[in-house]
């Protein structure tokens, strides 16, 4: 239209008048006037040649420099036009909704069942009917019948729950079990103080729910007991199998963090915790157990359903703050002081839903002082040999280890509970957790809460932010889960053997890239090959020095008093490695009790009195007074990093610390640092007590040490009990000191440790 409305019509040839006389300014205009005319005439292919000149040099620029700033900008500006809105409610203006749709108005019972129907009522939805002191409300979604109807049941149709003037209804998809989030506000609604969380496939075991659940959390039917709790010794540990309490090693509850499946060890020890405060109750389903689709189709074989069971007489166990599992929404107990954490989110997939509601809802019960149980097996489900949807399992497996650590780390300054609820639920949708829907919707059920006139638990202390108490031995309970029958690739796995192997790949994949470097001072032709048998079946190998280098051994030459200085050789020559554990061959090493240290941190015995010490120059023998001025001197050439982090760390010049340094890990980050140091001594008969430790505190502050070692049993002195099982301990890290000299002090400290690693008895 552009170039219609600026474009002059044409004369007709016949009517074209005569060739003027020509003059040079005449001819001049003409020419100028028809270059603007074919510009008029030609103006949107002009434009067209433009834009697609433009489009291509663009995309050269994207794609040259597009991984910088010009697609930075591009995703600021996506960013700000997808930023979330954080809700705004007024909490006291919220009016209160009263049932005046259904013909239940007036009904009040205490204890509710809710579960999600799509067909007629199945076997399993009779048998909760007949569960006595229960009332079973059935939730219908748009597969459901119509005519549904079971004697005893509230049933709420689509059109009854549209009608009960809840805010959650309008982001509710029509086909799904998440409708359960009505089914949960009307049972508060009409005096619910317990919901059994329940599906329809589900059998309670001998039609009692109170047989394992603490269904009386208070008053004279309360069970006022104390509860096994996992421990929480290892802060890098945030997520637990709890089957393998309950006797299965080899399966894993949906929602487990694919990376944590083979971690199939038993705990070692318990703690314990008053119970009460079990507000949310997870229980066991024996037959077809809460399983994620990998599970389920790479153990089957056939199409035989699948049986599992659990160990029914094994305790319930607690959950303290730092640590989750995976709860669902098949077999749950939910105590009206988390009836807030029912809220099943409506943005991810289905399968993920009530999962992520769970971790969720742990991070915000740590808020109230309350924890998770699990119990013994409660249900029966049956397995239908139905396919399991990988695809709407796909929130699982790609955020659910990122959303605990996430959950775990997470703080707020708010100070009630609905507002934490409203931030976190915010923080997890900037995260991609889960969408902005999820956020409105949280707002929503919060509202509605207060609606049906739900009064929010008070706000604790966070134990998460308090130091931890050290446990002790008195404090530390045992219980060993028994071994049950299970399946493993479609195949019984029966005994132990395979737990055992478990055990051994569980190590082996943990410090399968870490070099163990042992330094002997006993005679390495009697002992030599036998320390590379017990510590090669771990580590990715094991470098031995000695005062005397032996070729047919392949034990190096390393002097005790100064091997630091040949370790940089070591780094060097195996530079893939993840890192660098170092040991003598006097101090034993339980490499089971290795798994929770961070393999990204220094570890040293810094926190051992005994090994770790600060000697006074002054008043001392002159061998710590050349140390001292020795160490003076390099901590003077020291790159400022070095010194700052060196001089930060001792409290006085005159003090010289000491470490005996029998065990240290140094990680791959710390290896440059280690060399660069080693270096700097240079030709300084620095010894080698004096010189780890000074290292280490240059490298970083003692604060950021991994403490593994610091419940290792050490003695100066050896007691009158060593190399006996008196002394030993498999629960401890380390062992200190231990004298091995023979092949026959060998198989004695192998049957010892063999209480920690059992195939070890393979050896001998």
């Not at 009332?135 to 689509?158: C, E, H, M, Y």
């Not at 982001?171 to 619910?192: C, N």
């Not at 202390?461 to 049950?484: A, C, T, V, W």
């Not at 790949?505 to 090959?529: Q, Y």
Request: proline share 5%; net charge negative; with cysteine.
């Amino acid at each position: 239209m552009l170039v219609q409305d600026r474009s002059t019509p044409k004369s007709p040839k016949t009517h074209r008048p005569p060739l003027p006389i020509l003059r040079p300014n005449r001819f001049s205009n003409l020419k100028t006037l028809d270059f603007s005319n074919w510009v008029v005439e030609n103006l949107y292919k002009i434009v067209t040649v433009l834009l697609l000149i433009a489009t291509v040099a663009v995309l050269f620029f994207l794609r040259n420099v597009g991984d910088t700033a010009a697609l930075l900008c591009f995703e600021s500006q996506s960013q700000q036009l997808e930023k979330i809105e954080f809700p705004q409610i007024d909490w006291n203006s919220i009016e209160p909704i009263i049932d005046k749709s259904t013909p239940f108005a007036n009904f009040r019972s205490e204890r509710w069942i809710v579960v999600s129907v799509s067909n007629y009522p199945t076997d399993s939805v009779r048998g909760l009917a007949k569960i006595k002191g229960w009332q079973v409300l059935a939730i219908g979604n748009s597969k459901t019948p119509r005519d549904w109807n079971l004697k005893g049941t509230i049933f709420l149709s689509l059109e009854q729950q549209s009608q009960l003037g809840f805010r959650v209804v309008d982001y509710l998809p029509y086909d799904s079990y998440v409708r359960k989030t009505v089914g949960y506000l009307f049972a508060i609604q009409h005096g619910a103080k317990k919901i059994f969380d329940a599906d329809d496939r589900g059998e309670v075991i001998d039609n009692d729910i109170g047989k394992h659940f603490d269904v009386e959390l208070v008053g004279e039917e309360a069970r006022q007991e104390v509860i096994l709790q996992y421990s929480h010794e290892n802060p890098n540990r945030t997520v637990v199998n709890p089957y393998i309490h309950f006797g299965q090693r080899s399966v894993w509850p949906r929602g487990m963090p694919l990376e944590n499946v083979g971690e199939i060890g038993h705990e070692y020890y318990y703690t314990e915790v008053f119970g009460g405060k079990q507000f949310i109750q997870q229980g066991i389903s024996n037959g077809l157990p809460d399983v994620d689709s990998v599970f389920y189709f790479t153990r089957k074989s056939g199409l035989e359903s699948f049986d599992i069971r659990f160990d029914e007489r094994a305790p319930k166990v607690a959950l303290p703050q730092g640590i989750m599992v995976p709860v669902n929404s098949f077999n749950t107990i939910y105590h009206s002081s988390a009836f807030w954490g029912l809220m099943l989110p409506v943005s991810v997939s289905t399968m993920a839903s009530d999962v992520l509601r769970g971790y969720w809802g742990q991070r915000l019960l740590w808020e109230i002082g309350g924890y998770v149980v699990v119990y013994p097996p409660t249900v029966h489900r049956y397995d239908r040999i139905e396919a399991y949807p990988f695809s709407e399992e796909k929130d699982l497996h790609v955020n659910v280890g990122r959303l605990i650590k996430f959950l775990v780390s997470w703080r707020s300054g708010k100070h009630r509970l609905f507002e934490k609820v409203l931030e976190l639920s915010y923080a997890m949708a900037e995260e991609g957790f889960w969408t902005e829907r999820d956020v409105k919707f949280t707002a929503a059920w919060l509202q509605d809460l207060l609606a049906v006139r739900y009064q929010q638990p008070r706000l604790m202390s966070l134990e998460l932010d308090r130091p931890r108490p050290n446990i002790g031995h008195g404090d530390r309970k045992e219980f060993i889960p028994q071994k049950l029958p299970s399946v493993h690739l479609g195949v019984e796995e029966i005994g132990t053997v395979n737990y055992e192997i478990g055990n051994l790949i569980r190590w082996r994949k943990n410090f399968g890239n870490v070099v163990l470097i042992m330094f002997c001072s006993g005679p390495i032709e009697r002992t030599a090959l036998e320390w590379r048998l017990l510590y090669g079946r771990i580590f990715k190998t094991v470098v031995i020095l000695a005062e005397e280098k032996n070729t047919d051994l392949a034990v190096e030459e390393g002097h005790l008093d100064h091997q630091y200085k040949h370790l940089p050789t070591i780094f060097n020559r195996y530079s893939g490695a993840e890192g660098f554990l170092f040991l003598e061959d006097d101090t034993i090493l339980n490499y089971w009790n290795l798994l929770q240290a961070d393999k990204t941190k220094l570890w040293i015995t810094d926190k051992v009195s005994e090994s770790w010490t600060a000697v006074e120059t002054d008043g001392n023998s002159n061998w710590f007074t050349i140390q001292a001025d020795m160490v003076k001197k390099v901590v003077s050439s020291l790159p400022v990093h070095f010194q700052v982090s060196y001089k930060e760390s001792t409290t006085s010049d005159r003090s010289l610390t000491i470490c005996n340094s029998e065990v240290f890990y140094v990680p791959r980050r710390f290896v440059p640092d280690f060399i660069d140091l080693v270096n700097l001594v240079g030709d300084l008969d620095i010894h080698h007590k004096v010189a780890i430790p000074m290292f280490f505190i240059a490298m970083d502050s003692p604060q950021n040490f991994d403490s593994v070692f610091g419940t290792m049993i050490y003695k100066q002195k050896p007691p009158a009990s060593t190399n006996s099982s008196a002394f030993y301990s498999p629960e401890v890290p380390a062992i200190h000191p231990w004298n091995v000299s023979s092949e026959q002090d060998f198989i004695r400290l192998i049957r010892i440790m063999a209480a920690g690693d059992p195939l070890l008895m393979e050896l001998v």
